[in-house]
């Protein structure tokens, strides 16, 4: 079982719509998570972060943590074809320790 | 530019070559990561520094391979008797201890192709 988990996808999105992407995690002891964007051919950036249960909100973007069910999602909202791009889901045991990543999600917003 | 830089950006070598790879994170940071990344696959653990300490060494990192951080400023990745399967993008990251956040961030990378 890998250690973080996401759809590959690829999934594509109408513009305007919302976009849902999905991470689970196996390790119990992982206390944060963010979500990485990286653009075709660049280095990932940090969308989000979040470290307790429920949701945080950013703009146009919710981060959801459930650490019971060991799942962490990301929403978009009012999707831009801007938005196109891998969407890394990242955990780590401790504040500033190693990230590990999920394979990704490859979202593609239609225009 | 303050950001993470990496050099070379790209590098092209035959087999059995070594190569090395060059890391300046953000003056102020004193973490710093490395990672590998092969196409339709996210980032992998390679090893991190707090300062000039190696605090972790991932098993994918084979005697090969040695990192380096003097003085805890910048950082090489050495890569010994490189072979195909070395192909890929070699990222490096940057973080603050005291950051609240734990963002890491990464550099534009360095990519190596092995003929």
């Known amino acids: 079982q890998k250690e973080v988990e996401q759809n590959s996808g690829p999934l594509s999105v109408p513009e305007g719509a919302i976009a849902s992407l999905n991470c689970t995690y196996s390790?119990?002891?992982?206390?944060?998570f963010f979500w990485y964007r990286q653009y075709s051919g660049k280095s990932p950036e940090l969308i989000m972060f979040?470290?307790?249960?429920g949701d945080k909100e950013d703009g146009r973007f919710t981060a959801q943590l459930n650490k019971a069910s060991q799942y962490v999602s990301l929403l978009i909202r009012d999707s831009q074809p801007s938005d196109s791009a891998t969407y890394l889901c990242a955990v780590t045991n401790f504040g500033n320790e190693k990230l590990t990543f999920g394979t990704g999600t490859r979202l593609t917003i239609i225009p | 530019d303050t950001g993470v830089s990496q050099d070379p950006r790209h590098k092209i070598t035959k087999r059995g070559q070594n190569v090395t790879f060059r890391c300046d994170p953000i003056s102020e940071h004193n973490r710093l990561y490395w990672y590998r990344q092969t196409l339709g696959q996210g980032p992998e653990f390679l090893t991190y520094?707090?300062?000039?300490?190696?605090?972790?060494k991932s098993r994918l990192l084979s005697d090969r391979f040695s990192a380096e951080r003097p003085k805890g400023s910048f950082s090489t990745l050495e890569i010994q008797r490189t072979e195909q399967g070395d192909s890929a993008m070699y990222l490096c990251?940057?973080?603050?201890?005291?950051?609240?956040?734990?963002?890491?961030?990464f550099g534009e990378g360095s990519r190596l192709t092995v003929l």
């Open positions: 979040i470290y307790s249960n």
């Open positions: 520094f707090q300062n000039e300490a190696q605090l972790e």
């Open positions: 390790d119990r002891g992982s206390q944060s």
């Open positions: 990251a940057s973080s603050l201890l005291a950051s609240n956040t734990g963002e890491l961030f």
